[in-house]
């Protein structure tokens, strides 16, 4: 082990990737993390009477070892032995009166499909399908962080990606809203916005349906905790120590310098270096109080649009679904009558159905569980009286179920098991800002600001940041190469070769 010693705040999977592979690296490392007992932050699961609730992935990009994602899930030993589900559908949008797209993973149906509904939009589906074929051979380098990167490097990523990096900056100045609104087909202008979020650029739906349809983007059979626990499995078994029940309130500071943490019970614990990969606004403006800021750093936070947080409701059914085409991003019911949900109104119904996720449910049963964005504020003001803020949570059940039962009759008496989490769940057992689900949305406007955002603060030595919150776009993979690019980072500090270990 190197003299250099290393504290992570944060065990999600990027403060679990740092820990990897600051182990890897010889630097003896410690996580603080502050839920009592579970690794993985966002990407977790919950028990709720027989009923295992997948709180995060939907499809993993680098599941399969035709991406090249996969090397850093394999080093992370995230991979290794798990199943993985390929669904034939990304998703499904189901309009009404008989009127549906599914958005089959395979191109050519794809796009079977696409004409299917609107033979005359032809030309703009060709030109959207010819863009996902062509992204089905890049491969997105990863391996080496922006930040280490010589002259070299960067001239050979340019050479080597250049069909890629022309195809992609085009199709990242669209967003996925505005494209729809090239469609003649109702259904169609309907159904991009809903393919992601509204605002993101069509070049990342490209790379997912690419993705999907390479079979590279799977979902992990046992969902997300036992994906996070299996992270958590590798950085023990290299030697790391994580406390549980651990909540940094201060970054402890000398001489402009990072050189500890003061929890949340008083303790102190120092170390060499210090990697926040918790909350971007809690770790800037509460643990260090906002004294290392500057107008880039404020910018990120008046400028970015963040993801928006959730209204979670996962149900229990005594029901097989096994007339139901498993997909991965689930469905997209058109509702009768918008629904206001803490002031935002929708006016589809996503639900996921783990009908290809055994593990989730007793035999028979199912899994069934709803997103539906919402604000903030809204749930926070609410949640300060008890009894108003559970009795609106459990009427919004109420509504999804009656929505649900329109789909599935029968549905509403099969429901055992019902529990919704709200934003201040999510800020309660995350930390993530405003309850965000995935830190910074990437849109065309604010594209080129978080391009490569800083992961240091100006003035302070020894201190970095990993996670979502620094790699706009967020997601379990950016989350994890950012906390493999703050090791090399260090490495590089330190004069040490980097290593990754398989
Ligand atoms: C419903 C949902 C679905 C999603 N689906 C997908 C998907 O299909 N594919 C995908 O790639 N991504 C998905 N995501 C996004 C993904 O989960 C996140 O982008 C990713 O997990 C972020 O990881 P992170 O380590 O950066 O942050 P986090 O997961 O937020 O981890 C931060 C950790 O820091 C801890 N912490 C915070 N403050 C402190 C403190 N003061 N002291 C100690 N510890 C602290 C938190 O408890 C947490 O464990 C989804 C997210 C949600 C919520």
Redesign the pocket.
């Known amino acids: 082990m190197s003299e250099k010693s290393i504290i992570i705040?944060?065990?999600?999977?990027?403060?679990?990737?740092a820990g990897c592979y600051a182990l890897m690296n010889g630097f003896p490392t410690r996580?603080?993390?502050?839920?009592k007992k579970?690794?993985?932050?966002?990407?977790?699961s919950w028990k709720r009477q027989g009923y295992t609730v997948n709180?995060?992935?939907?499809?993993?990009?680098g599941s399969s070892p035709k991406d090249g994602y996969y090397r850093l899930w394999e080093e992370l030993g995230a991979v290794q032995g798990r199943d993985f589900v390929y669904q034939e559908e990304y998703g499904r949008i189901e309009a009404g009166e008989g009127q549906r797209f599914i958005v089959y993973s395979d191109i050519d149906r794809l796009e079977k499909e696409m004409k299917r509904i609107s033979p005359e939009d032809s030309a703009v589906i060709d030109e959207f399908i010819a863009a996902v074929r062509r992204c089905t051979r890049f491969t997105i380098p990863w391996e080496k962080a922006p930040e280490v990167s010589t002259l070299f490097d960067l001239l050979k990523m340019i050479i080597t990606q250049f069909p890629a990096i022309r195809l992609l900056s085009k199709w990242n100045r669209v967003s996925l809203k505005n494209f729809g609104e090239r469609f003649k087909s109702p259904l169609l202008r309907d159904a991009f916005p809903l393919l992601f979020m509204p605002d993101f650029p069509v070049s990342f739906m490209l790379m997912v349906c690419a993705w999907m349809h390479n079979r590279a983007?799977g979902?992990p059979v046992g969902g997300?905790l036992e994906f996070s626990r299996a992270i958590e499995k590798r950085f023990l078994g290299l030697g790391g120590e994580v406390a549980y029940k651990?909540?940094?309130?201060k970054i402890l500071t000398e001489n402009n310098r990072a050189v500890g943490?003061r929890?949340?019970d008083g303790t102190e614990h120092r170390a060499d270096y210090i990697i926040?990969?918790?909350?971007g606004h809690?770790?800037i403006f509460?643990?260090l109080e906002g004294r290392y800021v500057d107008d880039t750093v404020r910018g990120y936070y008046e400028k970015l649009i963040p993801?928006p947080p959730?209204m979670?409701i996962a149900l229990g059914v005594n029901r097989s679904f096994s007339d139901v085409s498993p997909s991965?991003?689930g469905m997209a019911l058109k509702l009768d009558r918008s629904l206001l949900v803490g002031g935002v109104e929708q006016q589809y119904l996503a639900a996921q159905i783990y009908n290809f996720d055994p593990t989730l449910a007793p035999a028979g049963k199912t899994l069934v569980?709803i997103?539906i964005p919402t604000n903030y504020d809204y749930w926070s003001a609410l949640s300060q009286n008890e009894a108003r803020y559970k009795a609106e949570k459990e009427e919004l059940a109420d509504e999804v179920i009656g929505i649900l039962e329109r789909r599935f009759p029968g549905l509403a008496s099969q429901v055992e098991m019902r529990d919704v989490a709200s934003p201040t769940t999510?800020v309660r057992?995350?930390?993530?800002w405003k309850g965000s689900?995935?830190?910074w949305q990437v849109t065309p406007s604010t594209w080129t600001l978080g391009k490569i955002m800083k992961k240091t603060l100006p003035g302070l030595e020894n201190f970095y940041m990993?996670?979502?919150?620094v790699?706009p776009g967020?997601?379990?993979?950016?989350?994890?190469m950012?906390?493999r690019n703050i090791i090399q980072i260090v490495c590089k500090k330190e004069k040490k070769k980097f290593v990754a270990l398989r």
């Open positions: 705040i944060g065990g999600g999977i990027a403060g679990l990737s996580i603080f993390e502050m839920h579970k690794p993985g932050g966002l990407c977790t709180g995060c992935i939907h499809w993993l990009i983007a979902y997300s651990a909540k940094v309130a943490v929890l949340e926040s990969a918790a909350d809690a770790t509460d643990m993801f959730l979670y991965a991003g569980t997103l999510f057992y995350t930390g993530n689900f995935e830190g990993a996670g979502h919150w790699e967020g997601g379990i993979p950016a989350a994890a950012s906390g």
